[in-house]
């Protein structure tokens, strides 16, 4: 499966962006989905995932403010960011899990693929 994201850019601390990830690729409707995230000089980090079956997983420091879902039918997983800080800057990639249907959505960057170029969000303050 290719993955494509994009919807990032720059905005103000407090505002919104909505990224979008396209797939091509029969995988992507049996598979969970992966929002990451890497800020300059750390490491890859798991802001949000959805599996099949639309159950969600967010770290603590974006829950309430980052919202994921998938569209199925048309192969799409987006991430809605919400009251956007400064700390959220950084490339995002959308990836899907290596192992299909499986019921929870795994942490590690090593169990998902298929990493596209990521879209850059950048928040001033």
């Known amino acids: 499966v290719q993955l494509q994201a994009s919807g990032g850019g720059l905005v103000q601390a407090a505002g919104s962006l909505r990224l979008s990830c396209a797939a091509s690729g029969s995988v992507f409707a049996i598979n969970v989905m992966g929002w990451y995230r890497q800020a300059l000089g750390k490491e890859r980090e798991l802001v949000a995932a959805?599996?099949?079956?639309?159950?969600?997983d967010y770290a603590h420091s974006v829950e309430g403010r980052f919202t994921i879902s998938r569209d199925n039918a048309k192969n799409i997983v987006n991430l809605l960011i919400n009251s956007l800080k400064p700390e959220d800057t950084a490339v995002y990639f959308c990836a899907v899990d290596k192992i299909s249907r499986r019921s929870y959505a795994p942490i590690s960057p090593a169990e998902y693929e298929s990493w596209g170029p990521g879209t850059q969000v950048t928040v001033s303050s």
């Open positions: 959805v599996t099949t079956d639309g159950d969600t």
